[in-house]
């Protein structure tokens, strides 16, 4: 009975080839993000949607787009992708956001491991 | 804005042995802290989570962790580590000036010798 569930769990890609991630929750969370994590490194947040009000991170580049056509279902648009996009791609959720402790606890997916070639 | 030190990368211990790992973190007031361990190829299960109250926090697994506001840690401890123990630990941080988003530390390593 997995809550987030990521498709696919491996990817690979060619270079300047857009690819598309997919992330499902059963858990009717208003909040579902999407982190970049690369070889040994921290988690880092590109962006999160709000119910379908989009919320960009500062320094996330303009090649990461993403489309959250209802409240499950959220997508990882890649339209260029680089050697340097090469990295484990994390979708997570949470009931809400910036209202305190309970609401904001975050669930993960088991992630997609993109490869580009 | 928050930020998270784990200040070891990677920490070797043999089974059976106890466990600590450390986890700084920089914030004005208390944030939400976050401890989750990540298997090789999989995503992040969480461990514990310290909101309020009692500093001593138990999770899943055996672990537990402590809070200490003057140290501004939140170090995560096991006494006695299995095999299946072996993996890496992220220390988070939430915070209201985010809106709680989470902020990862850079992660420290656990490999388990027989």
């Known amino acids: 009975d997995a809550m987030v569930i990521q498709n696919p769990r491996y990817q690979v890609t060619q270079f300047g080839k857009p690819v598309t991630l997919s992330c499902s929750q059963t858990?009717?969370?208003?909040?579902m993000y999407w982190y970049q994590q690369k070889s040994s490194q921290a988690p880092k947040l590109l962006f999160h949607?709000?119910?379908?009000?989009?919320?960009n991170e500062a320094d996330t580049p303009d090649n990461f787009q993403s489309r959250r056509p209802n409240t499950s279902f959220c997508f990882l648009d890649i339209r260029s992708p680089g050697l340097g996009d090469a990295a484990m791609y994390l979708c997570a959720t949470s009931r809400d956001i910036g209202t305190g402790a309970m609401n904001t606890e975050a669930f993960f997916g088991q992630g997609t491991r993109l490869t580009v070639v | 804005a928050q930020s998270v030190t784990q200040p070891d990368i990677h920490i070797t211990v043999s089974e059976g042995a106890s466990l600590e790992l450390r986890c700084n973190y920089s914030?004005?007031?208390?944030?939400?802290l976050f401890w989750y361990v990540q298997s090789p190829g999989q995503g992040l299960q969480l461990l514990l989570k310290?909101?309020?109250?009692?500093?001593l926090v138990q999770g899943i697994k055996g672990f537990e962790a402590e809070f200490k506001r003057s140290q501004s840690s939140f170090n995560l401890r096991k006494p006695s580590v299995h095999w299946s123990d072996a993996a890496e630990y992220f220390c988070?941080?939430?915070?209201?000036?985010?809106?709680?988003?989470?902020?990862f530390g850079a992660g420290t390593t656990v490999t388990v010798r027989a």
């Open positions: 949607y709000y119910d379908k009000d989009f919320n």
């Open positions: 914030y004005g007031a208390t944030p939400y």
């Open positions: 310290y909101f309020s109250g009692d500093t």
């Open positions: 988070a941080v939430g915070a209201h000036s985010n809106d709680y988003k989470l902020s």
């Open positions: 858990l009717n969370h208003n909040v």
